[in-house]
């Protein structure tokens, strides 16, 4: 298996402009979490699913923020409007119950200008 | 307060150093605890999980301390290769497939 896989792996937007954050899980995975990473605050959760449902969005900033897992290989994270402090390293991760681990994705680097 | 806290270091040691890290939770509830390893510009990945009784992994030792609220990671023999950024995390439920509250992490640089 590849693993979890991100794209795009690096992103620069203009502040204002809608951002769309992809990831395809691992096979067989029916959990899915969506990290953002900053120096400041280190890996936050911001929203899990289980066999695509959302379970937990508390983490989610505010409403400019959306996920979505209309299947159970592919997910998105979708900013709109993208402001300059959302600027982070945005990690997608997924596990199953057998496993104790979290796998995750090598990330999407997020700067907003 | 956050809810799992570590000393952010660095920890500057020589090779064939021991170091020990520590890290503290608040929710007296938590059931797993694991030690995550995270390479510079990299992904976090699993180190170990970290049980009642303590475990090793080779030159690594984890121990948790339930009624103190404190896990700690033991290193010894410190090679170059160790040199990354080591994440302690919680989780409210068992196993890694809920919620993993993640502390900020520990620096730790190994010297030649």
């Known amino acids: 298996d590849a693993g979890v896989i991100q794209s795009p792996r690096h992103e620069v937007t203009e502040m204002g402009q809608e951002v769309t954050l992809r990831c395809k899980p691992i096979?067989?995975?029916?959990?899915l979490f969506w990290y953002r990473q900053t120096m400041m605050r280190g890996l936050e959760l911001l929203i899990y699913?289980?066999?695509?449902?959302?379970?937990?969005d508390s983490g989610m900033p505010e409403d400019r923020f959306s996920a979505k897992m209309p299947n159970a290989s592919f997910s998105t994270l979708k900013i709109q409007p993208s402001e300059p402090r959302d600027s982070a390293v945005y990690f997608c991760?997924?596990?199953?119950?057998?496993?104790?681990?979290?796998?995750f994705g090598q990330g999407t680097r997020l700067t907003v200008v | 307060r956050k809810e799992v806290e570590q000393d952010p270091g660095p920890f500057n040691v020589p090779e064939g150093a021991t170091v020990a890290f520590n890290c503290t939770y608040s929710?007296?509830?938590?059931?797993?605890f694991f030690w995550y390893r995270q390479d510079c510009r990299k992904e976090p990945k699993l180190l170990m999980s970290?049980?009642?009784s303590g475990n090793e992994d080779g030159r690594f030792t984890a121990q948790l301390n339930r009624a103190s609220q404190y896990i700690s990671l033991l290193i010894r023999d410190s090679k170059l290769s160790d040199s990354a950024t080591y994440l302690c995390?919680?989780?409210?439920?068992?196993?890694?497939?809920?919620?993993?509250?993640f502390g900020t992490g520990t620096l730790l640089a190994v010297q030649p």
């Open positions: 970290v049980y009642s």
């Open positions: 991760a997924s596990g199953d119950r057998i496993n104790t681990e979290a796998f």
């Open positions: 929710n007296s509830a938590s059931q797993s």
């Open positions: 699913f289980n066999n695509n449902v959302p379970i937990d």
């Open positions: 096979s067989g995975h029916d959990y």
């Open positions: 995390v919680v989780s409210p439920w068992g196993g890694a497939t809920n919620k993993l509250i």
